[in-house]
């Protein structure tokens, strides 16, 4: 059996539109160990939240294989976890209970205390203890989005999604998650798939990131970030960052057809 805890192997697919096919995604391979965490980037509608479509098995590919822990993905699964740009919050619940939501859907061996100990420990690690009992319209953005990423870890998925959870926020604002994620990680271990806009997001938060291709998008390069586990936002402002960041913004050009491909390392 692979090593590997999610595989996506040569997906391509097509929307059916009233104007015809839209080719979106074409002969994509990532693989990503358990454990790791990997960033996808790329130009804007070049098929980025598709491929997490598939990967949650919310959608089937017209070819290919999605791979979640050794069984091929054939439809929705509970053992992913999503959080989205906007957090969507049931008004009408506490935080808590909007936390406690996944556990009435997804079948869990956990009593109710236990569901709400657990809970509580996700809102604790991520800064919102004493905010358990307030509505989300009370919480500012980034604390919800803080709740939001409780809400998608209570069920203890083996796969976090992440599709752009960061990008509604302001800056320090989203260097602050950054840390928190770093943070939830080390106490509760996720593979993790982030889709992201941000290239230092993507350098801070994750182990590999995936540069795909316009549409139809296929995977066009891949960085090793070298660093594995906590970091330190100190760490975006070294040359070695510097450096990594320049490779990412010129392959996006690449893929974005505003430079040539031959100069790409
Ligand atoms: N259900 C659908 N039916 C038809 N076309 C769709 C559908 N969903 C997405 N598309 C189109 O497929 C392409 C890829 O969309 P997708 O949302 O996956 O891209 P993305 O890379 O996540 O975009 P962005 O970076 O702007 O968030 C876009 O052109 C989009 O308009």
Redesign the pocket.
Known sequence: MSDHLIEIKGVTHA?Q?AAGP?P?LRDLNIAVPEGGFAAVV?P???????LTRLIAGLMKPDQGEVWLHGERVTGPRSTVGMAFQNPVLLEWRTILQNVLLPLEIVPTRLDRRAQQDRARHLLSLVGLEGFEEKRPSELSGGMRQRASLCRALVHQPDVLILDEPFGALDAFTREDLWQTMHRLKAEEPFTGVL?T?DLRESIFLADEVFVLSG?PATVQYVLDVETQGARDIDQLYTAKAADQLNVLRHQIAVAQGRAPAEAAE
């Open positions: 929307y539109t839209l979106v790329g804007s509608g070049c098929g980025k939240s598709t889709i806009h549409r």
